[in-house]
């Protein structure tokens, strides 16, 4: 049996008084496509954030690629192989879409393999990354110039260029329109199957059952299910904790 890429057990964490995670645990395939649903305030963000390294869990373990990250800063985890893209996409917006995907280029991928990239390669590298995202022919103009589709792919980009084992796609394609979450969703199938696993934070249902191949759902801190993505849909508790049916 294969082992799990990223690992979560009896994870913890509380704001004062709040329990904000209350003892999850969830395990992610390599390969796998995984949607993670909930109401607001379930603990969605919480729990990505103490994957990622932005929280420190305050009880339990996150385990990823059989490594231990507790303790682990954002950067570090990046250098391991995780990645997340933000609802709030965060460019740099005095620099080009060519120059933002050097970034993570210089500063992760090149730090990780430990070897000096000529700007040739670098230039390559970045192309390649536009291309796959459809923002190649973008490569010169600058963040603003972007429309709200082309900023989500770019924050998604600045995430792939950084080349992680796992991405966490928090909410990429919120106020898109039908047709553009189509387009965010074929996307990330393609990164899919690259081998690249994700884990996708979804409001839009529509996009959640295309996309995942697993649904887990949190409520009020506590994974109510996870399994098949019908089968999650039509628990009658999901249906009256998420779905308010």
Same mark, same amino acid.
């Given at each position: ?19 904000? $995670? !209350?003892? #999850?645990? *969830? ?16 603990? @969605? ?84 990354? $536009? !291309?796959? #995202?459809? *923002? ?16 989500? @792919? ?92």
């Amino acid at each position: 049996m294969t082992a799990p890429l990223l690992k979560i057990e009896n994870v913890g964490k509380r704001f004062g008084g709040f329990v904000a $995670l !209350d003892n #999850v645990n *969830l395990e992610i395939a390599p390969g796998e496509r995984l949607g993670l649903i909930g109401p607001n305030g379930s603990g @969605k963000s919480t729990l990505v954030n103490c994957m990622s390294g932005t929280l420190q869990n305050e009880t339990g373990t996150v385990t990823f690629d059989g490594k231990p990250m507790n303790g682990l800063a954002p950067h570090q985890r990046t250098h391991l192989g995780i990645a997340r893209s933000f609802q709030l996409p965060r460019p740099f917006h005095t620099l080009t879409v060519a120059e933002n995907i050097r970034v993570p280029l210089l500063y992760t991928v090149r730090l990780r393999r430990d070897i000096a990239h000529t700007k040739s390669e670098l230039d390559d590298r970045c192309h390649e990354v $536009l !291309d796959l #995202v459809s *923002l190649k022919h973008k490569a010169n103009r600058l963040p603003k110039d972007l429309t709200q589709v082309e900023m989500r @792919k770019l924050e998604l980009a600045r995430a792939m260029a950084a080349e992680p084992k796992l991405l966490i796609a928090d909410e990429a394609m919120a106020g898109l329109s039908e047709s553009e979450v189509k387009d965010i969703v074929a996307l990330l199938i393609r990164l899919n199957e690259r081998g690249i696993t994700i884990i996708l934070i979804e409001h839009i249902m529509t996009a959640v059952k295309s996309f995942s191949q697993r649904l887990a759902v949190l409520v009020s801190g506590k994974k109510i299910a996870d399994g098949d993505p019908q089968d999650v849909l039509s628990n009658p508790e999901v249906e009256r904790a998420y779905l308010g049916q």
